[in-house]
């Protein structure tokens, strides 16, 4: 049986500089799997990529074996996979039921889908009930990270990208939002995670990719990628993990 997600020799260009090159990644259905990297390495990229939002140059992206290459964003959304953006992209001048209305813009004509995925956030985001008419412009960062996250759950995604979900949040927000995370994941999302946190995602996925300069330098289970020396050097602190570890 195919993976849920395939993506097969994906590379992506700006100008003449080869953002991705050459990616394999799969994910099953219910996984959570992360992709790490420094800063540059082409995380954004490739879940942009995913979402149709950038052009691909070489290789496929297939959902349950169909070829997303030719798809609209619009169209890739409605076939079920949604992103949640790095830096949360929310409307400010909108409220927050409206920014939550348009992520269901490709389901418009399901009022009682709608009103049932409004409900999940709600839910999940009680917070986020109590303000919806309020302006996202005013909510903190935290309130307008869930705020991106449920905008991106609007459209029942089988498959959610989250680019950077933890970034610039408060060490008890960034719990939060990683237990929410793992809820989502436990309701039946499938669930790519790019995130700089890496002990935070590895510790919430199943297994993990890294990346770097455009390419995959390894992949593995999460137990195996926390136990490799090179991975902790480079994304989990060095001594500062081997002294959490030993806590």
């Known amino acids: 049986m195919a993976p849920l997600l395939e993506i097969s020799g994906l590379s992506v260009s700006y100008g003449g500089i080869r953002a991705l090159d050459g990616i394999d990644l799969h994910l099953e259905k219910g996984e959570i799997v992360t992709v790490l990297g420094a800063n540059g390495a082409g995380k954004s990229t490739l879940l942009q990529a995913i979402a149709g ?9 297939a959902l349950n074996g169909e070829n997303l290459n030719k798809a609209s964003a619009h169209e890739i959304v409605r076939k079920g996979i949604s992103l ?13 039921e409206e920014n939550l209305n ?3 813009y490709t389901r418009q004509a399901e ?36 705020l991106a996250i449920g905008r991106a759950l609007m459209s029942a995604p089988t498959v959610l990208l989250l680019d ?23 309701q039946g999302t499938t669930i790519l995670l790019v995130e700089q946190n890496a002990l935070k995602a590895l510790r919430v996925a199943s297994r993990g990719y890294v ?34 570890q030993a806590r």
């Open 84 to 96: 949640s953006p790095e830096g949360r992209r929310v409307f400010p001048t909108l409220t927050v």
């Open 111 to 146: 009022r009682a889908g709608v009103a049932q995925a409004k409900d999940r956030v709600f839910t999940l985001f009680p917070i986020l009930n109590e303000r919806k008419r309020q302006l996202a412009g005013t909510l903190s960062g935290g309130e307008q990270q869930m």
């Open 53 to 61: 939002l950038v052009s691909i140059g070489e290789g496929s992206i």
């Open 164 to 186: 950077e979900p933890s970034l610039g949040l408060a060490p008890i927000l960034v719990k939060q939002i990683f237990d929410i995370i793992a809820e989502i994941n436990a």
């Open 211 to 244: 990346l770097e300069n455009g390419r995959i330098a390894a992949a593995g289970t999460s137990h195996d990628l926390k136990s490799d020396p090179k991975i902790r050097e480079a994304y989990l602190g060095g001594s500062a993990f081997k002294k959490k």
């Open 102 to 104: 348009l992520g269901a």
